[in-house]
Nanobody, 125 residues
Framework: QVQLVESGGGLVQAGGSLRLSCAASGRTFSRFSMGWFRQAPGKEREFVAAIAWNSGNTFYADCVKGRFTISRDNAKNAVYLQMNSLRPEDTAVYYC??????????????????WGQGTQVTVSS
């Protein structure tokens, strides 16, 4: 069983930055592709960013490209999401997710096996 715990959410003004962290349990973290998704009130959950376990390739939703950066530290069993130039429309609950041995189609939430509880990000205008 893998547990994912997000942290780093909060309230920030538009144009500001936040760094989300996700700590994972388990000895095979290096074999997990990791993703960040978000869900705003009244909207469906959407893909934000992902990082593949085998290549380290990163993938981003168009709406966050150039503003958000995903990274991982396998020694710490952690994945991060650096969010810059935040906008009110980035307000959502952000979820960390793990896909075991997957490296294709990481934009789809169907690829992920484990999910965290989420952390709230609120961007004020």
């Amino acid at each position: 069983q893998v547990q994912l715990v997000e942290s780093g959410g909060g309230l920030v003004q538009a144009g500001g930055s936040l760094r989300l962290s996700c700590a994972a349990s388990g000895r095979t973290f290096s074999r997990f592709s990791m993703g960040w998704f978000r869900q705003a009130p009244g909207k469906e959950r959407e893909f934000v960013a992902a990082i593949a376990w085998n290549s380290g390739n990163t993938f981003y939703a168009d709406c966050v490209k150039g503003r958000f950066t995903i990274s991982r530290d396998n020694a710490k069993n952690a994945v991060y999401l650096q969010m810059n130039s935040l906008r009110p429309e980035d307000t959502a609950v952000y979820y960390c997710a793990a896909a075991v041995f997957e490296f294709r189609g990481l934009e789809s939430d169907l690829k992920y096996d484990y999910w965290g509880q989420g952390t709230q990000v609120t961007v004020s205008s």
